[in-house]
């Protein structure tokens, strides 16, 4: 962009906008010339903001499921006092399991989400983090 070009816009005389490419999805999008930056569509900066804000909200998250798991480690500890007869060890095994290949999914997809950017894997993720709180909680 030539600078009497930019300074004609900033004068506000003509409101124009330029038709380019995204940088990331490649769909064109209409951008203000005067804008600071960047060449990234609208869909894109929302799908940023989104997954900016999953990844802050994972860490809650993982503590969230941590502390499920400690208390049902607890829970096992008090049916050992309770009765050693009756205790189901394969039982919590079984739980415990199941939980670590949850978050193991969870992991994945969010190495998906990072690689492909794509919705979905965040509908996803937000599906199993759901269903592991209802599960384990
Ligand atoms: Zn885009």
Redesign the pocket.
Known sequence: MPDTEKNKNENGSKLSLELIP??????P?FRDPNSEGDD??????K?EQRKRQLQLGVFDKVIEVENAMEQSINEMKNQLTVSRGKFNKDFFLKKIKNRSQALNKSIELIEKIEETNDEKYIEEYKALFEEMKKKYS
């Open positions: 995204c940088s990331r999805c490649g769909n999008f990234v569509c609208e869909n894109c900066i799908l």
